[in-house]
DNA sequence: CCAAAAGTGTTACCGTTACACCCATGG
DNA sequence: CCATGGGTGTAACGGTAACACTTTTGG
């Protein structure tokens, strides 16, 4: 494994294919990224998403799960497919093509671990984000146009706060992923109105007025409600 | 190119990458779905989709055009990325993975050829579509799953029918793919009401009362709405 | 004491829904 | 001459948008 000795040989020419996983988190309101420091070539020392070589007996989506394990320490998160990436100089050392890969994290959740291959692992701002290996930032823009888009027809916004949340903090991260203010009476309204908030404010030992109810959201009744046609919109 | 000489060698091993296009066009208020028939092992005599390897100089989609191309003649047609499927076992050949498309071709504007390595291009009804070659019937699935959710906020109805229809067809092909009676009166307001549609019936001579009218979709109108915030929905 | 944050209420408006209705014709 | 298919109108309903308002407390 350490020395290679070229000893896969094809007919015809293959790309090699990789895995990218782009992790969102969201943290003090603000939307962060999830980002992992080359510890190789190519790109020695630059900031990329976690990801590596999909192996001969792994599919691309186990691959996606063994990368947020070996390089950040993640697991069971939120994950889906996001694009295949396939222009022909994306990377250095010859034809890669990759499939990109979705994360959403509850950042509290979790103690990074920097790991193999991996010199740090930091959460950054979005707005920080900047000078990329290899085509990130491009896979980036593609992953934050999925995330406005998905999150107003698709219960994800959940994925990204701690199982215990207030209505004010939906709020504000409905704000800051949609990039426009969202009035608040009407927010609550809807959201409350789904039947989809499970009300834990009687755990709330000493409520004072300025502390905010704390609620959880109802997974179960939502796998009922959208097999019977109900479908999640904001 | 005839005789393969194994001459591609590498240090780990690759998985081989190809495309495969999932062709949707609709007829005779029907959806119809366009197959070529597999002149090669393996699956030799069995329906499959347009599709093929990755070249070592083309991205994703170029193959995917070229493979429209070759085999059926297509060209100029809606176009876009579906999902990438990677399981381990679902080509005889070995490890394949292929990155799926999905198209709309208007099947009026073409006429069908058989291209390389195929016997034969045929439109069939979606119902009676089965026992496709590899995993086809399950990129199938994910495919019409597509379709069913993209046509109500993106006016990718359109790239079905000729460039000039009439309501009445726009109405009924919803209502094929969408597996449900939707209101005429309110259809017909909801579609006009966005002002895309452009009314050529002024060059409709004999016009009887019983002729629909006839309409053409606006899609400069509609870059522009778009541009400024307006969202196409049924 | 007042600005700020959580929570609630009110109202006008607009789009959707579920119809009914008309009109012309082709069999 | 009436069933069929294209086209139009309407009234009730429900959800949304844009507010105002109350309460409590932390500085």
């Known amino acids: 494994m350490a020395t290679a000795q070229k000893k896969y040989t094809y007919d015809y020419p ?18 962060k990224l999830l980002l992992t420091k080359r510890a190789i070539e190519p790109y020695l020392g630059k900031w990329a998403f976690p990801g590596g070589f999909i192996r001969e007996d ?31 100089n994306r990377d250095p050392r010859g034809r890669v093509i990759s499939v990109a890969y979705f994360a959403l994290v509850k950042p509290t959740e979790y103690t990074l671990e920097a790991g193999l291959d991996i010199d740090a692992v930091q959460w ?12 990130h930032q491009q896979i980036l823009s593609v992953a934050v146009e999925r995330l406005k888009g998905k999150i107003r027809y698709q219960p994800i916004g959940f994925e990204l706060l701690p199982a ?6 939906l709020h504000n991260l409905y704000e800051t992923i ?3 203010s969202i009035d608040r009476g009407n927010f609550r309204k809807k959201m409350l109105s789904m039947g989809l908030l499970i009300d834990h404010s009687d755990m709330q030992k000493d409520r004072h007025a300025r ?24």
Chains 1, 2 share one sequence.
Do not use: H, M, W
């Open 58 to 88: 792994e599919t691309a989506d186990e691959c996606a799960l063994r990368k947020l394990s070996e390089e950040a320490g993640l697991s069971n998160i939120f994950l889906e497919q996001l694009y295949t990436f396939s222009e022909l």
């Open 124 to 135: 950054f701002g979005l707005e920080e984000v900047a000078d990329l290996a290899f085509d």
């Open 164 to 169: 215990q949340f207030t209505l004010p903090e």
């Open 14 to 31: 293959r790309p090699a294919v990789t895995v990218d996983c782009v992790i969102f988190g969201f943290e003090k309101n603000q939307l």
């Open 178 to 180: 949609l990039q426009r």
């Open 211 to 234: 502390a905010a109810k704390i609620y959880s959201f109802d997974k179960v009744k939502y796998e009922e409600l959208k097999e019977s046609g109900f479908y999640f919109e904001i």
